[in-house]
Antibody, heavy 120, light 106 residues
Framework: EVQLVESGGGLIQPGGSLRLSCAASGFTVSANYMNWVRQAPGKGLEWVSVIYSDGNTYYADSVKGRFTISRDNSKNTLYLQMNSLRAEDTAMYYC??????????????WGQGTLLIVST | DIQLTQSPSFLSASVGDRVTITCRASQGISSYLAWYQQKPGKAPKLLIYAASILQSGVPSRFSGSGSGTEFTLTISSLQPEDFATYYCQQLNSYCSFGQGTKVEIK
């Protein structure tokens, strides 16, 4: 059974750093496209970052230069290192597996989310 | 960047109603369009991918259509468990989501 479990969220002061984790089971993280998506309280979904199976990474403009996506193949875990945090980074953070089929793509599995609050 | 615009943003409907939500892309995205349902406090759930393919286990009252820049999600007969927020998503160029459509009980 495919499962994604996020952890690492919490309350952090502006300017601080935090690393989120997404532990996967039932499939191999390194063989898939893996994403982070966030949702600010009461707001819509915002894509944050992707790491492809070949290791290439991409970021939303809002986090470029501050966030780093990575994976640990031995632990089958996805990470999001977040630096220089701002109040506007406050959100529920979800990891999601992306399916990249011929002529389409979609996220078939999502974690339950981990909440980050950036505040004094 | 590809922008997705959903309409309406809010919809009030009754059980049994036929509901249609539209998603317009700022440029052509072929069939790289998916629809998700999200209930409060839960992660999004995939309903439809490739614009019109129903995800396994999703009731057949949900359907999707469209290609290029205009897409629709239709619920043929709204059920109590369908009251939620719906998002479209494109993966033609990285990823972006529509702003969401909240479906509430009339």
């Amino acid at each position: 059974e495919v499962q994604l479990v996020e952890s690492g969220g919490g309350l952090i002061q502006p300017g601080g750093s935090l690393r989120l984790s997404c532990a996967a089971s039932g499939f191999t993280v390194s063989a898939n496209y893996m994403n982070w998506v966030r949702q600010a309280p009461g707001k819509g979904l915002e894509w944050v970052s992707v790491i492809y199976s070949d290791g290439n990474t991409y970021y939303a403009d809002s986090v470029k230069g501050r966030f780093t996506i990575s994976r640990d193949n031995s632990k089958n875990t996805l990470y999001l290192q977040m630096n220089s945090l701002r109040a506007e980074d406050t959100a529920m953070y979800y990891c999601a597996r992306e399916v990249d089929d011929t002529l389409t793509g979609y996220y078939d599995y999502w974690g339950q989310g981990t909440l980050l609050i950036v505040s004094t | 960047d590809i922008q997705l615009t959903q309409s309406p943003s809010f919809l009030s409907a009754s059980v049994g109603d036929r509901v249609t939500i539209t998603c317009r892309a700022s440029q052509g995205i072929s069939s790289y369009l998916a629809w998700y349902q999200q209930k409060p406090g839960k992660a999004p759930k995939l309903l439809i991918y490739a614009a019109s393919i129903l995800q396994s286990g999703v009731p057949s009252r949900f359907s999707g259509s469209g290609s290029g820049t205009e897409f629709t999600l239709t619920i043929s007969s709204l059920q109590p468990e369908d009251f939620a927020t719906y998002y479209c998503q494109q993966l033609n160029s990285y990823c972006s989501f529509g702003q969401g459509t909240k479906v509430e009980i009339k």
